[in-house]
Each structure stands twice: as structure tokens, then as C-alpha cells.
Antibody
Framework: QVQLVQSGAEVKKPGASVKVSCKASGYPFSDYAMHWVRQAPGQRFEWMGWINVGHGNTKYSQRFQDRVTITRDTSASTVYMDLSSLRPEDTAMYYC?????????????WGQGTLVTVSS | DIQMTQSPSSVSASVGDKVTITCRASQGVSRWVAWYQQKPGKAPKLLIYAASTLQSGVPSRFSGSGSGTDFTLTISSLQPEDFATYYCQQANSFPSITFGQGTRLEIK
């Protein structure tokens, strides 16, 4: 079955960077785009960005444009999300989510989430 | 960004009740709306997409409707496993995808 498995929880200091991985299985990896979404405690979901896994091109939310980089390693069926210049308000659960149907931006499935804590 | 506003923010209901959750977009999004269910400590699950299309494997007691700015998610007869938080999402203005603030469905 289609499955996304994310890397484990991270604790970072303000100003540092974090790289979260998302390993996909159960489908042709290059055929579907991948999104990254986060949820801070008590907040709504925030869409961060997207990668066309087949071509490698990306689009980012304006809110994160200057700090986020999404990449992929097709040989490892893995997508990565790198967030730099971390601040305490970046403390959140970070999810990768595959597009359900091509070019539709509906998310299914989601990874299990990676908790990133930013604290001095 | 398009703002998605859900109402109510929380609702209490009993098993067997019919529940309706609404989502209003700050501008028209055609039918580019999805609904997700999230249980504590779990990732969200896609229930409805394109405003009214039921995702595979989702029980038929869930339904969605709407277009333009106003959308609804209806659960026709609540089951114990339906108590969760529900979110709407618009995908009309890619790459500016936004979510509602969530509606918590609690047991009365």
C-alpha cells in the first residue's frame, strides 16, 4: 500500500536549520508530486511547498519562500524538506503528503508527522 | 491568501445524530475544496475532494456540497469513530493552498 514514513523528532536551537525526510513506498515515486504541510500547536495547517518529483521543480508558499528548500532523491524514493533560520514559532508538527490525483493538490496519504521543537 | 473560515469551531453531538460543518472562502474557489478528518496524534485523512467526491474507502454517511464560497460537510448518522477534528482546504489558488481552522466534533 502507499506509505510515507518520515524521519524522527528534532530539537533545534534558534537560528539553526532542520532537514526532515519522507520516504515513499507502494507506488511509482516519480509519478506524483509531494507537498509539505505543518501544524503548530493550536494552529491551523499551513501549506509550505511542493515538489514535482519527476522533474524536480518546486513551488513554495510566500510565507516560507526565503527559508524552505524541498528536494528529492529518486534513487531512495525520498523527499526532503529543509527549513533554515529556525525560530521558536517554527515549533510544529511537519507532514509530507502526496497528491492524491495528479495536478489536483488533494493530499492523501500523509506521513506520520515529524515534531520539530525550536528552543534555546 | 484566500481565508477559509469554518463554523462552528466545536460541536457536541450524540451517536446517530446528523451533523453539518460549514466552510466559507474569502473569495470564490469554484469546487476546489477538500475535507479532512484528524484524530488525536494521527495524520489527517482525506474524506472529500472536489467539494463532493467521496474518497475511496470513506463511509457513505459522509457527504460534501457547495461551490464558489460556501461549502458543507455532512455526517448523516454519527458513529463513535467519527468524533474527531475536521478541516476544510482550498486548492484553487495554487501555490497558495490554505486550510480552515478546524471543527472539533465531541461526544455529547
Amino acid at each position: 500500500q502507499v506509505q510515507l514514513v518520515q524521519s524522527g523528532a528534532e530539537v533545534k536551537k534558534p537560528g539553526a536549520s532542520v532537514k526532515v525526510s519522507c520516504k515513499a513506498s507502494g507506488y511509482p515515486f516519480s509519478d506524483y508530486a509531494m507537498h509539505w504541510v505543518r501544524q503548530a500547536p493550536g494552529q491551523r495547517f499551513e501549506w509550505m511547498g511542493w515538489i514535482n518529483v519527476g522533474h524536480g521543480n518546486t513551488k513554495y508558499s510566500q510565507r516560507f519562500q526565503d527559508r524552505v528548500t524541498i528536494t528529492r532523491d529518486t534513487s531512495a524514493s525520498t523527499v526532503y524538506m529543509d527549513l533554515s533560520s529556525l525560530r521558536p514559532e517554527d515549533t510544529a508538527m511537519y507532514y509530507c503528503a502526496r497528491e492524491w490525483e495528479k495536478l489536483t493538490n488533494w493530499f492523501d496519504p500523509w506521513g506520520q508527522g515529524t515534531l520539530v521543537t525550536v528552543s534555546s | 491568501d484566500i481565508q477559509m473560515t469554518q463554523s462552528p469551531s466545536s460541536v457536541s453531538a450524540s451517536v446517530g445524530d446528523k451533523v453539518t460543518i460549514t466552510c466559507r472562502a474569502s473569495q470564490g474557489v469554484s469546487r476546489w475544496v477538500a475535507w479532512y478528518q484528524q484524530k488525536p496524534g494521527k495524520a489527517p485523512k482525506l474524506l472529500i475532494y472536489a467539494a463532493s467526491t467521496l474518497q475511496s474507502g470513506v463511509p457513505s454517511r459522509f457527504s460534501g456540497s457547495g461551490s464558489g464560497t460556501d461549502f458543507t460537510l455532512t455526517i448523516s448518522s454519527l458513529q463513535p469513530e467519527d468524533f474527531a477534528t475536521y478541516y476544510c482546504q482550498q486548492a484553487n489558488s495554487f501555490p497558495s493552498i490554505t486550510f480552515g481552522q478546524g471543527t472539533r466534533l465531541e461526544i455529547k
